[in-house]
């Protein structure tokens, strides 16, 4: 003789039982979980969200393997801010078929330039280096986080603002761990030919007012990515996540929801 649950309106469906789909947050470059706190809130009925730390990684590869194992299942949907945006293009390399749809948000993919402009680049990393190592990492996030934010965010230096939210994760870090991704990234991997081999739903955003990771490479990208959305969120720079969290969960909570590949 079958029960009905007293909880259960008659004739309502019963609530799914259904795991959630797992989503994989990369965070960038001395970056940890609160780069994604807001979306990890935003998007918690929607997704088991894992945000992986990269430990001493100090390739692309490296970083990619680490987050493969932290997946919390054999298939995710997965999105890279900054760095991790080219951590994810290393795991579509590696294992695409575990990928069942792909956010690319303030990032890159293509390798170090050549000649002076890497020069320029290896010139510029390794004396922050030298900044956080000589007078500690929070010294050096001040002088290099300036150009990572909206202008307007640096008028007002409030306990509790978006800068100092970047200051305080910056100084979670250690020297040692910027050095390791310091070397990922003067080695990273040119990315290109794994864009047009993407047949995921794929999103490219970017902050309009991104310095470090302009619009214009992120239209490029889109348009290498068959099918690929591109959005732009306003009044933001490098750090969307963090600058316009609302706008961000919102495209993310679209992209989740989808039609599949």
Known sequence: ??????FQPAGQPAPSTAPLPALLLLPGLLCDQAVWAAQSVALASLARCVVPDYGMSDSIEAMARLALQAAPAPRFALAGHSMGGRVALEIMR?????????????????????????????????????????HGMRAMGEAWALGMVHPTRLADRLPGDVFEEILAMIERKSPDIFAAQIQALLA???????????????????GRQDTWSPLARHVQMADRIPGARLAVVEES???????????????LADWLAAPGA
């Open 1 to 6: 003789m079958s029960q009905t649950d007293p």
């Open 94 to 134: 590696l294992a695409p078929e575990r990928v069942e749809r792909l956010a690319l948000l303030d990032t890159g993919y293509q390798p170090l330039p050549d000649g002076s402009a890497a020069e320029h680049e290896r010139a510029q990393r390794y004396a922050l280096l030298a900044t956080a190592r000589g």
């Open 188 to 206: 990273r991997p040119d990315a290109t030919p794994v864009l047009g081999g993407i047949a995921c739903p794929t999103l490219v955003a970017c």
């Open 237 to 251: 720079g490098h750090m969307a996540t963090m600058e316009r969290p609302v706008a961000v969960s919102g495209l």
